[in-house]
Every structure is written in C-alpha cells, then in structure tokens.
C-alpha cells in the first residue's frame, strides 16, 4: 500500500513538475519527496516483527530459576525480620539491665571498729648475730683464688664465680652465709677445708 501511494505520488509529481519547471530530473524529485509525504500522512504503522519461537524447556528452566531466587528472597527477608526483633530483644534487656542497676544503690563502706594502736616493737641496735656454722664469702673467694692458681680449669673458675656473685645476695651484712647454704656450698665449692671453731 505504501509502494502504491509512493509511486502515484511520484508520478503525480514528475507530471506537475515537468509541466511547471519543464525538467523531469526535478519533477522526479519532487514528485518523490511528495510521494514519502504522501506515505506518511497516511502510512499504516508496520507490523511488529515476529517473536522467536520460545524452547519450552528454557523457558521451564528460568520459572524455576525464578521460583528459587524469589524462595530466596522470601527467606533472607524472614531472616531479616527474626534478626530485628532479636535486636530489638536484645536493645529491651539492655536497657532494663540498665535502669536496675541505677535503682540498686551503693553500699556504704563498712566502718571498722576503731581499735588500740599496736604498740611499735623497739627497734634492735645491734644486729642478731648470724647462726654459727655458715661459711663466709670471703673464705669462699679466697679458696677459689688458691685452686686457679693451683690450675682449676677457667670454665670451673667461671662457675665459682658466677655461684659468689649470686650468693651475694643471700649473704648478711658481714659476709657469711645461712645454714641453709651449707649443702650447695659444699657441693659447688667442694671439697672444703675443716674449719676451726
């Protein structure tokens, strides 16, 4: 139908142009713009184009897709709504926990019974003597000096050593050790000369 409105219109055309101007190539022209006026005013609007056949097993397998996203969907917002009433909950005790605790007041110290000051001990102006039988550091320094020169190994003269200086700390203000060291002197140290006394 258009073809046909083109092409008298055309014709209609080449045939007033040819008569006014007395050029055909022009009234050809004309006569076609004329004509595509012609099919537009009164041009029928084309037919859709054809929709591709539709593969019945694709199309089942994207509902089920789509069936599956939406259960999906449909959970996770369920799970939405569990997790903000927990929140919520949660936000409840919180605050209840916190109003009982500004209602609970502070217990007032305990006041002790004053009592009587402990009389302070007299302090001792001389110090206790230390127990009999400990040996002294000097004693001991003195001996390990004889063996090195008497040709103890520098790696036993190193272990004396490394036992005085930490023995110096156990040690009372004179120099002589507790009792209670006399087993690791001897064993360190050992053997060790008679002491008189």
Same mark, same amino acid.
């Given at each position: 139908?258009?073809? #046909?409105? !083109?092409? !008298? +219109?055309? !014709? ?15 009234? +050809? ?6 004509? /595509?006026?012609? #099919? #537009? ?13 539709? =593969?019945p097993e694709v199309e089942s397998r994207l509902e089920a ?13 369920? $799970? *939405? ?8 909950? /949660? ?10 605790? *500004? ?28 127990? !009999?039988?400990?040996?002294?550091? =000097? ?5 390990? $000096? ?8 520098? #790696? ?10 930490? /023995?110096?700390? $156990?040690? $009372? ?6 009792t209670s060291f006399d087993q690791l002197v001897g064993d360190v140290f050992g053997p ?6």
């Open positions: 139908m258009r073809r #046909a409105a !083109v092409a !008298v +219109g055309c !014709v209609l055309a080449g045939l007033a142009a040819g008569g006014i101007w007395g050029n055909p190539l022009i009234g +050809g022209v004309g006569g076609l713009v004329v004509g /595509l006026m012609l #099919a #537009a005013v009164s041009g029928r609007r084309a037919a859709p184009a054809p929709t591709p056949p539709v =593969d897709r789509i069936e599956r996203v939406a259960q999906r969907e449909r959970a996770l917002e369920q $799970h *939405a709504g569990r997790l903000a009433a927990r929140e919520q909950d /949660l936000d409840r005790r919180a605050t209840e926990l916190e109003e009982a605790a *500004a209602a609970v007041p502070e217990p007032e110290p305990e006041l002790e019974p004053e009592s009587e000051p402990k009389p302070e001990p007299e302090p001792d102006l001389e110090p206790s003597p230390p127990p !009999v039988g400990g040996w002294r550091l =000097d004693e001991l320094e003195a001996l390990t $000096h004889e063996r090195a020169e008497a040709g103890a190994s520098p #790696a036993q003269q190193r272990e004396w050593s490394t036992y005085l200086f930490l /023995l110096r700390e $156990h040690a $009372h203000a004179d120099g002589t050790l507790p060790l000369p008679q002491r008189g006394g």
